[in-house]
């Protein structure tokens, strides 16, 4: 055997081991909704109807919080503001009418006592409710992270009271000196 030969056999022999041993990095997982974690077949039809219910009432309320959010944005007059907080109405205003659809489907299957529709119209506007309140927080984040940008008409005046006053730009006259100064040199 040649010595390049002995030198190489044993690093691909340990090479598969190692790795083995290094697990692959795991993609992150996206943030959870915070949707119960019971079955919709598990919550009785009256519930399901009474939540869902409940849950479109608040998602027209946070409908109107995130149009208040908008109205702020305007008011500032910053775009960034505006745009952020106009995409999150856009997807409010979505799931609310998705939700409303499936909160009358809901009514209607469990008149019709279709158990599988039900549970899915009610998984549904569950879904959109913990979605609309994910996209609350983001509105209120587009309003809130942003506030450090400043309107153009805003003036800020220092007070300091150490400060010589007058006006910087015409200084007082300088004053003659009365000694003159020692010789640079003791050489006459």
Known sequence: MSVRFRLLLPSLLLAPLALAQTPPPSPRPPPPLNVP?????DVPDATKISRSATDVAQMRAT???????LEEARNTKDVVKLNCVNEKLTQVKGLLRISEQSDVALQEAVAKKDQTSADHEYTKVTIASSKVEQLKGEADQCIGALAFRTDENLSVEVVTPDLPGGDPTNPPAPTLASVSPPPASPVK
């Open 37 to 41: 974690d019971e079955k919709a077949s």
């Open 63 to 69: 409908l109107k919080s995130v149009l208040g959010k």
